[in-house]
Every structure is written in structure tokens, then in C-alpha cells.
Nanobody
């Protein structure tokens, strides 16, 4: 099993910055993908950014150029630096880790409890 613990959410004015962090513990395989998703009220959970254990990143178009995802493989942590925040970034942000033991295995996904980010206009 894998446990994910997020920190760093809060309230910020438009144009401001926040940094989210997530620490993973438990049975973690060396090859995995960590990332952040968000869910606004009444909407589905959407991808924000992901990063592989090899450092390959992927961003939602809406956050490109404003958000930066990074990770520390030795510490099993992933962070999301959010700059130039907009009111539409307001959501609960969830940390995610997905992994598989071998290429022929199915992926297992794990979620954190979520952290609220509120951007005021």
C-alpha cells in the first residue's frame, strides 16, 4: 500500500503564488508517475501536471508557463510551484501516484486526501 500526504494549500490573491508538496510512503516501486489533479465544485477531477520517475513532465494547457512540477526520488516527494494564480485555479488539489511492478502489470493508482487552494480576485 501507498500513503500520500499533501501540504501547502491555502488562500491567496490573484497573481500570487503557492507551493504544494506531497510525501509518499509505503511500498513504492522505483518506476512510477507522480502528479497533481484538481477538482472544482461541480466539476470532474482534472489533470494539472505529472512527472515520471525519469523526470518527464506533462502539464495541462491551462497551467503551462505558470506551474512547475518537480520531484525528489530519494525522498519520494513531489511538489507543485504555482505562480500567477488565477481565480479559476481554485479547487481541491489531489496528489496522485501510479505505479506498476513491471511493464506487463496493470497500473495501481493512489490518491492523497486533497488540499484546498482558493484564489481570490
Amino acid at each position: 500500500q501507498v500513503q500520500l500526504k499533501e501540504s501547502g494549500g491555502g488562500l491567496v490573491q490573484a497573481g500570487g503564488s503557492l507551493r504544494l508538496s506531497c510525501a509518499a510512503s509505503g511500498s513504492i516501486f522505483s518506476t512510477n508517475v507522480m502528479g497533481w489533479y484538481r477538482q472544482a465544485p461541480g466539476r470532474q477531477r482534472d489533470l494539472v501536471a505529472t512527472i515520471t520517475s525519469g523526470g518527464i513532465t506533462n502539464y495541462a494547457d491551462s497551467v503551462k508557463g505558470r506551474f512547475t512540477i518537480s520531484r525528489d526520488n530519494a525522498q519520494n516527494t513531489v511538489s507543485l510551484q504555482m505562480n500567477s494564480l488565477k481565480p479559476e485555479d481554485t479547487a481541491v488539489y489531489y496528489c496522485n501516484l501510479r505505479q506498476r511492478r513491471a511493464y506487463y502489470d496493470t497500473w495501481n493508482a493512489y490518491w492523497g486526501q486533497g488540499t484546498q487552494v482558493t484564489v481570490s480576485s
